[in-house]
């Protein structure tokens, strides 16, 4: 009788346990605020994108959403504490495209970027703009062949090393066939601020953050990064147009959560942000600052992290990043 009493209350502690699980993973989110770390500092085109997005998954969610600045080492920092998170979906990373480079130039990172996030959804692309000091240079074709001229002679600038700013740079160096020093910054507005005052040659800004400076003449925008044309600057030609094949680099940015945060979790912010993604209020937002909506399903993103890493990694090889 002993025997079978313990193990009736072994089942139902089992059972409890289960039940207070599946409650807690169903109540996802209770009253209590979800953090999107952004590893950029503000203004950044990764930070814009975050903050046009938290301001509507808020009240999606039905609780607050926050985001934090966690700036520094090409991202890792902010990536890392997301990482060790505790994973109840309540701590969340909003990263580019840098992130899938940051294994092939930090080899000490403390975290596995495949192993150790979900991919939740991309959420934009953003055309990178090639950004100039006003009077540097009449057009790529200048760029290129001054460059040549006086090899190691120029400098561009970055958000960090692997960033997407400093990806795209290195995908055009190549392109070019140029030799130019590496500057990489602790952000893009602090790269910007840079090339604005012609201590950088040029710099492939977001153009979410670079647009504005461009129509105010501040900066000289020469071309832009993507494989088209940016519907806000139909005149600039892209990269390849501009007479360098092979030059074109997408940037994204997208949302991952701790790995071993719930499926449910995971599916459940995957159809709300792709919902405020495509929302027309939205497009009309990222229409104006030159970026696209651009979303998938979670498991079609974890394949696209795993395709995309790849290549970074063969562009970082080529290219000889490394951590200054």
């Given at each position: 009788?002993l025997?079978f009493?313990?193990?009736?209350f072994?089942i139902?502690?089992l059972?409890a346990?289960?039940?207070?699980g599946?409650q807690a993973?169903?109540?996802?989110p209770?009253?209590?605020p979800?953090?999107l770390i952004v590893?950029f500092?503000?203004?950044?085109g990764t930070?814009?994108v975050?903050?046009?997005?938290?301001e509507?998954?808020?009240p999606a969610l039905?609780?607050?959403?926050?985001v934090?600045?966690k700036?520094?080492?090409?991202?890792?920092l902010g990536a890392?504490?997301?990482?060790?998170?505790?994973?109840?979906?309540?701590?969340l990373?909003i990263?580019?495209?840098g992130?899938?480079v940051?294994?092939?130039i930090?080899?000490n990172?403390s975290?596995?970027?495949?192993k150790?996030f979900?991919?939740v959804?991309?959420?934009?692309?953003l055309?990178n703009?090639?950004?100039?000091?006003?009077?540097r240079?009449?057009?790529?074709k200048d760029?290129?062949?001054?460059?040549?001229?006086k090899?190691?002679?120029f400098?561009?600038?970055?958000?960090g090393?692997?960033s997407a700013t400093?990806?795209?740079?290195?995908v055009?160096r190549?392109?070019a066939?140029?030799?130019a020093?590496?500057v990489?910054?602790?952000g893009t507005?602090?790269?910007?601020t840079?090339?604005?005052?012609?201590?950088?040659?040029?710099f492939?800004?977001p153009?979410v953050?670079?647009?504005?400076?461009v129509k105010?003449?501040?900066?000289?925008?020469?071309?832009v990064?993507t494989?088209r044309?940016?519907a806000i600057?139909?005149?600039?030609p892209?990269?390849?147009?501009?007479g360098v094949p092979d030059?074109?680099y997408?940037f994204w940015?997208?949302?991952?959560?701790?790995?071993k945060?719930?499926?449910?979790?995971?599916?459940?912010?995957?159809?709300?942000?792709t919902?405020?993604?495509?929302?027309?209020?939205?497009r009309?937002r990222l229409?104006?600052?030159?970026?696209?909506?651009?979303?998938?399903?979670?498991?079609?993103f974890d394949?696209?992290i795993?395709?995309e890493?790849?290549?970074?990694?063969?562009v970082?090889?080529a290219?000889?990043?490394k951590v200054?």
């Open positions: 009788m025997r009493h313990r193990r009736q072994l139902t502690a059972l346990a289960a039940c207070t599946a993973q169903g109540d996802w209770r009253a209590q979800i953090r590893p500092t503000a203004g950044s930070d814009v975050a903050r046009l997005v938290a509507r998954l808020g039905g609780t607050s959403v926050i934090e600045n700036p520094g080492a090409g991202g890792t890392a504490q997301v990482a060790k998170a505790t994973p109840d979906g309540y701590t990373l990263h580019s495209a992130h899938l940051n294994p092939a930090y080899p990172l975290y596995d970027t495949q150790d979900a991919g959804t991309p959420m934009a692309s055309p703009m090639l950004v100039v000091p006003p009077g240079f009449a057009d790529v760029l290129v062949a001054q460059a040549k001229a090899p190691g002679g400098n561009y600038g970055s958000a090393n692997g400093h990806m795209n740079a290195e055009f190549l392109a066939g140029i030799q020093q590496h990489p910054f602790r507005p602090e790269a910007m840079e090339v604005m005052g012609g201590r950088v040659d040029w492939f800004a153009m953050s670079a647009a504005p400076l105010d003449g501040k900066l000289k925008a020469l071309a990064g494989a044309r940016s600057f139909p005149e600039l892209t990269t390849v147009e501009a030059s074109s997408l940015v997208g949302l991952f959560a701790p790995a945060v719930p499926k449910p979790t995971v599916e459940r912010l995957n159809a709300e942000v919902k405020i993604m495509n929302a027309p209020e939205l009309e229409d104006k600052l030159g970026a696209e909506p651009f979303t998938m399903p979670s498991a079609q394949q696209f795993a395709q890493t790849a290549k970074a990694q063969q970082v090889k290219a000889g990043i200054d």
